[in-house]
């Protein structure tokens, strides 16, 4: 998509950014609408897992490959998704 559509012309953003951030107030501006404030509902919120450092660990390197490739679209790491890279 990125060599057929030029970069002014695409915005990405994450869920967490746009429930819980500013990601709604950037697709507002991208668009050119006028920003509203989204209701702050949370709906089929997943539950916090205790797990342990090894299950941590394990868990990071299988979800490496996605975490860096969110960040090289994204220009950044979400806050939510708990990894900075």
Request: hydrophobic share 50%.
């Amino acid at each position: 998509m990125q060599a057929a559509i030029p970069s002014a012309q695409v915005l990405f953003e994450v869920f967490e950014d746009v429930i819980l951030g500013q990601g709604f107030a950037r697709i507002c501006a991208f668009l050119g609408l006028t920003e509203i404030q989204p209701a702050r509902l949370m709906v089929h919120e997943g539950q916090p897992l205790d797990m342990s450092a090894d299950q941590r660990q394990v868990a990071a390197e299988w979800l490496a490959p996605q975490y860096d490739a969110a960040a090289r679209v994204l220009g950044h790491m979400p806050d939510a998704w708990g990894r900075k890279g």
